[in-house]
C-alpha cells in the first residue's frame, strides 16, 4: 500500500530549501559585491592613472601657457626702451601676482638679482639656483616642482628666459601653488565617482540580464543537491551535520528542549534485493514522508545514509519524542515497513553534538539488538552503557574516514606437524589516534554503530594480503558479529570485496565470536549468506560465551577455535578440561576441526598435543593451535617452524 502524497511533504520538500537559502542568498551578496568592488577597483585605478596624467597634461598647458605669455610680453617690452621696458614687465609681474594661487612673479637679472617682482620688498635679493643658471646662461625654459620658504604645499615653478632691450637675458620666474590643479582633479573626481555610480547600476542591471540569474540559480540548484537527498528530499547528511550543531548551540542558549530520533530500516538489503531497486527506493520514499507527516513545521527530517534516517525535534523533549518514534513506528508497520528508532535528550552535562548522536547511536544499536522494530530511549539504557570521550570518538571516526588501519598476520599450525593450515588477520589502528589495541577501537565502533565500517575497512585491508600467503594457506578474517546481524540478508559485501581483490572465497575463513549479545536469528542468517557465498566459517573465543552452542547447532562450521582461556585452564582444572573436552567432542560431531588458541608455552602445547591425539576422546581430536609460541602477529610475513 503506498501512502498518499501529504501537504506535509510538499511543504518538507520546500522547507528544507532553508539549509540552502541562506547559503544561497550568500553566494548572491558576494557576488554582487565582487562586481562592485571589481567595478569600484578599476574606476579607482584608473582614476588614479588619469589624475596623474592629468597632472602632467594640465603642468605642462600651464608651462606652455607661461612661456608663451612671458615671451609675447618681453618682445612688446622690447619696442620701448629699457626703462620703459623693464616698467612693461612690472606690470605683467603685477597681473602674475594678482592670479589666485600665485606665490611669487619675480624677473631675475643677468647678475642673479631680482630686478623686478609682484612684491617690491623682494627686489634687489640674490636668487641663483640650477633652473636659473640653466635659464640665463643658456635660455633654458624650466617647469616643474619647487620649494619656497613659508609654504609647506606642493609648488609648481616657471621660469622663461628673455631678452630686454639693453641685449642681455632675464629670467621671469613665476611660482604657484596647486589650487589650480586641484579643482581640476575635483571635477575629474566627481566625475569618475558619478560615472563610478552609473557604472556599478547598469553593469549590476546588464550582469543580471546577461547571466546573472542564471548563475545564481545554477549555485543554488549546486547547493540544494548538495544539501538534499534526491529520492526523499530530506535534508542529507552533510546537512544534518550542519544542522545538528546549530541546533544544540540554539538548545543550549535558549535552555529550550531539543530530541533527535534515529530511523534504521530492519533488513532493507534482503528487501531491495529481492524487490529490486525500485521497490526499495519506494520504502525509502515512504519512510521519509512517514517521518515528514508525523512531524511539525519546525522538525527537519533527514536522510544520513542508505537506510538511515534522522529527525531533529526541536522544544520537544524525550518523553514527547518517544512519543513520536512510537506513532512513527506505527505507520511504518501499516506500511510493512519495519524500523529500528533510538532517541535521545538534549540534556545540562552535554556539550557537544556528538555527544548527542553518540548516544542516540546507542540507543538505535539497543533498539537493533532486542529485534522487531522497535523504539529506545537512551534513558533506558544509560545506566548498562559506557560511552567515550569526545576525543576518542573522533578518533574513531577520523580512523574509519582515513582507512590508517595495518594488518598483521599470525599463523596457525596443524597439529599434526603438517605445516601451515593459515593465517589470522589481526587489525593494527595507526597509533596517532590514541587506541590502547585494536580491541578499544572496535568497541568503541560497535557504541557508533561503525562497527560495519570499521570491519569493512579491515576485511579489505586483509584481503590485500593475501597474495602474500602459501598458495595452500588459508586467510582468517575476524567480523564482528553486530556487523553480521546489521547485514543479515545484505552480507554479499563480503564477496564483494573478495572479487575485488582476486580472493577466493573458498580461502577464506570468516571468524565470528561466540561472545555476542547480538540476536542469533539474524547472525545465523547471515552466517548462511556467507556459506551460500563459498567463505569457510569459524567459530572463535569457544567455551567463553553463552550462544556457542545455539549458534553450531544452527550452522556449520569449519573450524571452532578454543579460546585461550579454556585451553590454559584446562591443564590444571578438572571442570575447565571438562568443558574443553566437551568442545572438541561436540565440534567432532558436526564436522567441524578444533583449534587450540592461546599457545603461549611448551607445557600448553604438549598438553593441546596429547588431546590432539584420536584415541584420547574417540573420534574427535584438535586439528591447529595457535598462539606466541608458535608465531606472533607480525605485520610483514614470515615463515616459522613449529615447536
Known amino acids: 500500500m503506498r501512502l498518499p502524497v501529504s501537504p506535509w511533504r510538499s511543504f518538507g520538500r520546500f522547507s528544507t530549501h532553508r539549509f540552502a537559502s541562506r547559503p544561497a542568498w550568500s553566494f548572491a551578496a558576494r557576488l554582487f559585491v565582487s562586481l562592485v ?59 602674475f601676482g594678482a592670479r589666485e594661487g600665485t606665490v611669487e612673479a619675480i624677473l631675475i637679472g643677468p647678475d642673479y638679482r631680482i630686478a623686478a617682482a609682484a612684491r617690491q620688498d623682494q ?28 609654504h609647506s604645499g606642493q609648488l609648481y615653478e616657471f621660469i622663461t628666459p628673455i631678452v630686454l632691450p639693453d641685449g642681455r637675458r632675464y629670467a621671469l620666474e613665476v611660482t604657484q601653488d596647486d589650487a589650480f590643479f586641484q579643482q581640476q582633479l575635483g571635477h575629474l573626481r566627481t566625475t569618475m565617482m558619478v560615472f563610478a555610480g552609473i557604472s556599478i547600476l547598469l553593469g549590476s542591471v546588464l550582469f543580471w540580464l546577461a547571466g546573472g540569474r542564471s548563475v545564481i540559480r545554477s549555485h543554488r540548484i549546486a547547493l540544494s543537491r548538495a544539501m538534499h537527498d534526491g529520492l526523499t528530499g530530506l535534508g542529507n547528511h552533510r546537512a544534518f551535520a550542519e544542522e545538528l ?8 542558549r535558549s535552555g529550550e528542549p531539543l530530541s533527535l530520533v534515529l530511523v534504521d530500516l530492519d533488513s ?24 515528514e507527516l508525523g512531524g511539525r513545521v519546525s522538525d527537519r527530517g533527514f536522510r544520513i545514509g542508505g537506510d538511515e534516517f534522522a529527525l531533529l525535534l526541536s522544544q520537544t523533549d524525550a518523553r514527547s519524542a518517544m512519543r513520536y518514534a512510537q506513532r512513527l513506528h506505527s505507520t511504518l508497520r501499516s506500511q510493512n515497513i519495519t524500523a529500528s528508532i533510538g532517541v535521545n535528550e538534549l540534556r545540562p552535562g ?18 537493533k539488538r532486542r529485534g522487531d522494530g522497535i523504539a529506545v530511549g537512551f534513558q533506558e539504557i544509560r545506566d548498562h552503557v559506557s560511552l567515550a570521550s569526545p576525543e576518542k570518538v573522533r578518533a574513531a571516526h577520523n580512523l574509519i574516514s582515513d582507512g590508517d588501519v595495518a594488518m598483521a598476520l599470525q599463523p596457525i599450525w596443524r597439529v599434526d606437524g603438517d605445516g601451515i593450515l593459515g593465517y589470522e588477520a589481526l587489525a593494527r589502528p595507526a597509533q596517532k589516534y590514541g587506541f590502547s589495541g585494536p580491541a578499544e577501537a572496535f568497541d568503541l565502533a560497535v557504541q557508533l554503530g561503525k562497527a560495519q565500517h570499521l570491519d569493512r575497512l579491515c576485511v579489505e585491508r586483509a584481503f590485500a594480503r593475501v597474495g602474500e600467503l602459501p598458495a595452500d594457506a588459508l586467510l582468517f578474517v575476524n567480523i564482528a558479529p553486530q556487523t553480521l546481524d546489521i547485514s543479515a540478508g545484505r552480507s554479499g559485501w ?139 602477529p607480525s605485520e610483514t610475513l614470515v615463515e616459522m617452524s613449529a615447536a
Not at 641663483?128 to 620658504?149: K, M, P, Q, S, T
Open 37 to 95: 568592488v571589481t567595478i569600484v577597483v578599476g574606476r579607482f585605478a584608473g582614476y588614479l592613472y588619469l589624475s596623474d596624467h592629468l597632472q602632467r597634461d594640465l603642468l605642462e598647458a600651464k608651462a606652455s601657457e607661461q612661456h608663451a605669455n612671458a615671451r609675447s610680453h618681453a618682445r612688446d617690452a622690447n619696442e620701448y626702451g629699457h626703462t620703459k621696458a623693464l616698467a612693461h614687465i612690472q606690470e605683467l609681474l603685477d597681473a
Open 123 to 150: 627686489v634687489g635679493e640674490l636668487d641663483r639656483n640650477a633652473a636659473v643658471v640653466a635659464a640665463l646662461r643658456d635660455g633654458v625654459e624650466f617647469e616643474g616642482y619647487a620649494r619656497h620658504a613659508g
Open 245 to 252: 550543531e546549530r541546533a544544540v548551540a540554539l538548545a543550549r
Open 268 to 291: 532493507f538489503k534482503l528487501v531491495n534485493d529481492r524487490h529490486g531497486h525500485r521497490y526499495g527506493d519506494d520504502i525509502l520514499r515512504r519512510t521519509a514522508a512517514a517521518i
Open 350 to 367: 552535554i556539550d557537544a553534538a556528538e555527544v548527542l548522536r553518540q548516544e542516540a547511536d546507542a540507543a538505535l544499536y539497543e533498539a
Open 494 to 632: 563480503v564477496a564483494e570485496l573478495a572479487a575485488a581483490a582476486g580472493v577466493e572465497t573458498d580461502r577464506v575463513v570468516v571468524e565470528v565470536t561466540e561472545r555476542t549479545t547480538t540476536r542469533t536469528t539474524a547472525l545465523v542468517q547471515a552466517l548462511h549468506e556467507l556459506r551460500a557465498d563459498g567463505f569457510k566459517l569459524a567459530l572463535d573465543d569457544a567455551g567463553t560465551g553463552n550462544s556457542g552452542l545455539e549458534i553450531l547447532r544452527e550452522v556449520h562450521f569449519d573450524y571452532v577455535k578454543i579460546d585461550r582461556s579454556v585451553v590454559n585452564a584446562a591443564q590444571t582444572d578438572n571442570r575447565a578440561r571438562g568443558v574443553f573436552f566437551a568442545l572438541v567432542s561436540y565440534a567432532g560431531q558436526t564436522g567441524a576441526r578444533v583449534i587450540a588458541e592461546g599457545i603461549e608455552d611448551e607445557q600448553t602445547f604438549r598438553f593441546v598435543q596429547d588431546a590432539a591425539e584420536p584415541a584420547s576422546i574417540a573420534s574427535a581430536s584438535i586439528y591447529g593451535a595457535q598462539g606466541y609460541l608458535l608465531g606472533r
